[in-house]
């Protein structure tokens, strides 16, 4: 899982939305896989539309979307995932599969048109629940896992699928404290990996955790984009949110301070 | 590695038990045989009595290959059917296929039409509902979620089938008519002939051969339409291919042998309690043991009373409890 290539994301004038109603309008923004860009915006304002936009899911009302260059719409399902994973909030699924088949079915981008996983699949489904310190959950049912487990078999899941570029949808929403920070490692620790990671989240201090770029939603078509240090200012936030937040630098020992947000109440 | 084995030793089993209840199945029955008569024929191809090979050959053996292909047909498009609609509570007449054929051999047998006529007519009844449901849903369901739009036109399809079938209740004579529809919607596979099984069983081996070629991919949907599409599959077609599946190999059944309820919502219950949840191994499990339930369901059809029990009311008899029982027992997952 190293060396793969950039993938650069590129939505030119998009509008986005369902129907007659566009949710964005004139979007134009681009996002990189060297990079772990952060999605931040209040609820409503389509932070899942531009997701499901960017996953195909949903085809723009006007304008384009590229991956690479290339017009989103014009790729198989199975080109797109060899090239793109997504990361759905953890749910449930009334089916008892067990862990290690979950995590197998990011194989499927890979395999023929009627084929099933082989061994060598299934030794990338079985190191990829190595990595990620799951091996112990591997003969489990899915349903059964808490939701911090099942989070991470998503993410193991996308990894299995060996993109290039990963959309998480909110990867800590319903997760403990310990899992959330769990998760963020995690994710933190791909970009080493040189997988690029779009994340939307409703915490700006993700964004100074993690992300390297930051991508804020307001109304229909503002768009703030930059580094977090740069453009997550108290006034930003105010705008966004419309709450007042104070910032501060926390001392990290030996590593560089970090901001924290915190509201004020 | 063993979870291969476990598969194959469960598909192993499976086929020798319904081997073993075949041969019993030959045996049972009004007119009596000899265990030995019945072997001698079966392997030296012998016999004295004259009538032995016409209850064998055109009574008994059109009847199990019947019970094992519709059991199987029915089964196999209920497990296709709850991966593709994620919903371990549905059955393959969600669509409305049941209710369209019912509806099609109800005005068929209105019309006085031979038994050719009604069973085609059922048969094209069920087809055109299902699509009239997929059509449906395909004008409504821009931007909505596609399997719920298909789920809830699949109802209005059903309700209005039923009530134009009770139209045709209500004006059959109540003498011949009204009691030929009742009989053929309770389901019986005693009218079954050869003749028909030439036509069924290519129909329902079309049917098997997508969704076992597609069984990988049907995992991967059963987790989720858009997740689906994310790990790269092409869920539209995919989702054509299964309901094109099972529509044919639904209303092919229905048309020769009337309702037979349960056994499609029951076995793959049954089967993934014993499999788990991979295709891999519950489609052809489900179909293994689909044959296996309908055969013994319709030897007790036969054989528990004088008067031969419709089996439409012994599945829904034996199946109820049944399910009961497993849904008690298998509490969380399913």
């Known amino acids: 899982m190293v060396n793969k290539s950039a993938v650069v994301f590129e939505f030119r004038n998009a509008t986005l939305g369902y129907g007659a109603q566009p949710v964005l309008t004139n979007l134009n923004l681009t996002i990189s896989s060297d990079s772990v860009t952060c999605l931040l915006g209040p609820n409503g304002v389509g932070k899942t539309t531009l997701f499901r936009s960017a996953l195909g899911f949903l085809p723009p009302l006007k304008g384009e979307i590229l991956l690479n260059g290339k017009n989103t719409a014009r790729f198989t399902p199975k080109e797109f995932a060899r090239q793109v994973a997504y990361v759905p909030q953890a749910h449930h699924t009334p089916f008892p599969y067990k862990v290690k088949d979950v995590v197998l079915f990011g194989r499927t981008a890979h395999l023929g048109y009627f084929g099933t996983p082989n061994h060598h699949d299934r030794k990338v489904a079985e190191s990829t629940l190595e990595m990620l310190e799951l091996r112990h959950l591997s003969e489990r049912p899915f349903p059964q896992l808490s939701g911090g487990e099942r989070q991470m078999v998503l993410i193991a899941r996308a990894l299995a699928q060996d993109a290039s570029f990963l959309i998480f949808d909110e990867p800590t929403s319903n997760l403990d404290y310990g899992n959330q920070c769990r998760v963020l490692q995690k994710i933190r620790s791909l970009q080493d990996q040189s997988i690029g990671i779009l994340m939307a989240t409703h915490s700006p201090d993700h964004a100074f955790m993690i992300g390297t770029q930051v991508v804020i939603l307001q109304g229909s078509s503002l768009v703030q984009c930059g580094r977090p240090q740069d453009i997550l200012t108290t006034e930003t936030l105010h705008q966004t949110y419309g709450v007042d937040v104070l910032l501060f630098d926390a001392p990290q020992g030996d590593s560089p301070p970090r901001r924290i947000c915190t509201p004020v109440l | 590695m063993l979870e291969k084995y476990k598969h194959s030793l469960i598909l192993v089993i499976g086929s020798i038990l319904l081997l073993l209840l075949c041969l019993i199945s030959l045996y049972i029955g009004r007119y009596p045989i000899t265990p030995a008569e019945l072997f001698r024929f079966i392997f030296h191809g012998e016999c004295t009595d004259p009538n032995l090979p016409v209850v064998l050959l055109n009574i008994r053996a059109p009847r ?14 209920g497990t296709a059917y709850q991966g593709l609609f994620r919903n371990p509570m549905v059955s393959p007449d969600i669509l409305g296929v049941t209710s369209g054929a019912g509806l099609g051999a109800a005005i068929a047998i209105l019309l006085s039409l031979s038994i050719v006529g009604i069973q085609l007519l059922s048969f094209a009844g069920g087809l055109a509902a299902v699509l009239l449901a997929v059509g449906i849903g395909k004008s409504v369901g821009k931007g909505h979620d596609v399997i719920l739009v298909l789920v809830l036109s699949g109802m209005i399809i059903s309700s209005l089938c039923g009530a134009l079938l009770s139209l045709c209740k209500y004006m059959a004579d109540p003498d011949d008519k009204l009691p030929a529809i009742t009989y053929w919607l ?25 969704l076992l070629l597609f069984r990988w991919q049907l995992n991967v949907l059963s987790f989720g339409e858009e997740e689906a599409r994310s790990l790269g599959i092409n869920t539209s077609v995919l989702r054509a291919v299964v309901i094109l599946s099972t529509s044919l190999m639904t209303a092919s059944v229905v048309s020769v042998c009337g309702i037979i309820g349960w056994v499609g919502l029951l076995v793959p219950h049954l089967t993934r309690m014993i499999t788990g949840a991979d295709h891999r191994i519950l489609l052809p499990a489900s179909f293994l043991f689909g044959a296996i339930f309908l055969l013994l369901v319709d030897n007790l059809a036969r054989s528990i009373s004088s008067v031969e029990i419709p089996i439409g009311i012994l599945t829904a008899v034996i199946g109820a409890p049944f399910f009961l029982y497993f849904l008690r027992k298998s509490k969380r997952t399913w």
């Open chain 2, 64 to 77: 199990i290959i019947a019970a094992i292909a519709v059991g199987g047909a029915l089964s196999i498009a």
């Open chain 2, 186 to 210: 309770m389901g019986s596979l005693a009218s079954i002939r050869m003749n028909d099984l030439y036509v069924v069983l290519p129909i329902i081996t079309v049917g098997v051969v997508p």
